[in-house]
């Protein structure tokens, strides 16, 4: 079975910066676009992030002009970079994989923003 494995969380500072990986254990069948959501204690999944295949990207209101998403689509994997961060950023973060026949979820990263 394939896997999404989440790395790049963990402790950062005020105002810092944080980049997520995101890499497939092998390859996606019907791949048709990647995304990344985040969850903060007591709150909703939200959505953060999401790319096309095609390298087409959108933004959700929380978190835009502060990340970027990105993909080695060859190397079946998305990118999530963070700027600026701030305390209301903690949360763990989670990478989905769109496929034709259904979503794969990463098992989430915990991001804590703390000085």
């Known amino acids: 079975q394939v896997q999404l494995v989440e790395s790049g969380g963990g402790l950062v500072q005020p105002g810092g910066s944080l980049r997520l990986s995101c890499t497939a254990s092998?390859?996606?069948?019907?791949?048709?676009?990647m995304g990344w959501y985040r969850q903060a204690p007591g709150k909703q999944r939200e959505w953060v992030a999401s790319m096309t295949t095609g390298g087409i990207t959108k933004y959700g209101d929380s978190m835009k002009g502060r990340v970027t998403i990105s993909s080695a689509s060859a190397q079946n994997a998305v990118y999530l970079q963070v700027h600026r961060v701030t305390p209301e950023d903690t949360a763990i973060y989670y990478c989905?994989?769109?496929?034709?026949?259904?979503?794969?979820w990463g098992q989430g990263t915990q991001v804590t923003v703390s000085s």
């Open positions: 989905k994989f769109i496929t034709a026949w259904g979503d794969l």
């Open positions: 092998g390859s996606i069948v019907g791949l048709k676009g």
